[in-house]
């Protein structure tokens, strides 16, 4: 088993381009080609998380947060993460982290393992990202444009929703003439020819755009492929932050807020006003989510639960919406389950294990 093994499968579920401008997802320390004796996965990076993987003969950690997140200059060994760094690099240890990827995604991502510990039904992405899509429209021979549809389809183009392999075809047709240098599909050289073909347009995630102009052109039967790329500003709703979702039946704000101190173990959860409403539309964001607020008022949410919200921002509750702060460790927590369930799934037969140790750096009285 080698790190590339772990990390394309990761990234197949949160593609790193999804990971926020300031992120520094991905592969942090360590070779692709590297052989792994087995994966210990942590919320965090730290120096115990490091020793823990060399006691137990791991020389992979996945954790959610980076330990780098801009570049380091020295390596003096004069803070946590330049001491991290140091020790990992000397045990041979690769040091992946999928972050802000894996919290924008819907389907295995974080906010979704959140809700599903809530138990949140018709759960969708509380603020969608957008221009991250684009259209391809590619011309075809009429007897050629199912296989072409499919390779496309197959790279993972034609995604919408819970649907796939959408596309809009239009017959029309073709013209064109070759040179001397040509060795036509059809028609001959030097000769105006014209072809029925269909148009096919489709949609794509940016980041899948080459792959699957790639597969589109090997399928294609003409040397030439006349082919348009179109960026498209529409929300994208497999990706974004936060998420919103609805419980079973209302609940009492205080009975679902002791609840939610059980269910993240929570040291103590910050909350505003909450005597006497029901909860039933809940949004959520593991981490810091308070610039969501405004997302989850307008989606009329009756509680927004994230972690590290500021003192004057609980204002802006203004007793529209109940803010329930239980901590950024708290909210996130479960994302360790949510890697140990994806790799033990896909590589059953290998060493994976949940960290012994709490890196939560905050404690209560």
């Not at 102009?213 to 994208?236: L, T």
Request: glycine fraction near 8%; hydrophobic fraction near 35%; proline fraction near 2%.
């Amino acid at each position: 088993m080698k790190v590339s093994d772990i990390t394309n499968y990761l990234e197949s579920i949160a593609p790193a381009a999804l990971q926020e401008s300031y992120d520094n997802a991905g592969l942090i320390i360590g070779n692709y080609n590297s052989e792994i004796t087995g994966v210990l996965i942590s919320l965090d990076i730290t120096e115990e998380i490091i020793d823990e993987a060399i006691e137990r003969n791991l020389n992979m950690i996945i954790s959610h947060h980076p330990i780098v997140f801009s570049g380091i200059k020295r390596f003096n060994g004069n803070n946590y993460v330049e001491r991290c760094v140091i020790k990992a690099i000397k045990n041979n240890i690769a040091i992946y982290s999928a972050h802000t990827n894996i919290d924008a995604v819907i389907q295995n991502g974080v906010n979704t393992k959140i809700g599903e510990k809530i138990g949140l039904k018709n759960t969708r992405i509380l603020s969608p990202v957008k221009g991250v899509l684009n259209k391809i429209a590619v011309f075809v021979p009429q007897k050629n444009a199912e296989q072409v549809r499919t390779a496309m389809f197959n790279a993972g183009a034609g995604k919408i929703g819970n649907y796939d392999s959408c596309s809009f075809n239009i017959d029309g047709k073709g013209t064109f003439k070759g040179n001397e240098a040509t060795n036509p599909h059809a028609g001959k050289k030097g000769e105006l020819h014209t072809e029925q073909e269909v148009k096919i347009e489709t949609i794509v995630p940016s980041y899948l755009t080459n792959k699957v102009v790639s597969s589109m052109i090997n399928a294609h039967p003409y040397e030439e492929v006349a082919y348009d790329v179109y960026k498209i500003e529409n929300e994208w709703t497999e990706a974004g932050s936060g998420m919103i979702g609805e419980l079973e039946k209302p609940e009492d704000a205080m009975v679902f807020l002791n609840r939610i101190k059980e269910i993240f173990g929570c040291g103590c959860i910050k909350y505003t006003e909450a005597t006497g409403k029901t909860i039933q539309k809940v949004a959520l964001c593991g981490g810091s989510g308070s610039f969501l607020l405004n997302n989850a008022k307008r989606e009329k949410a009756d509680i927004f639960i994230t972690g590290d919200f500021k003192y004057h921002q609980f204002f802006d509750a203004d007793n529209q919406i109940i803010i329930a702060d239980i901590g950024h460790y708290e909210s996130e927590q479960y994302t360790k389950e949510l890697f140990y369930e994806l790799l033990t799934k896909k590589f059953s037969n290998f060493a994976v294990c949940l960290t012994n140790i709490s890196t939560n750096p905050i404690k209560y009285l």
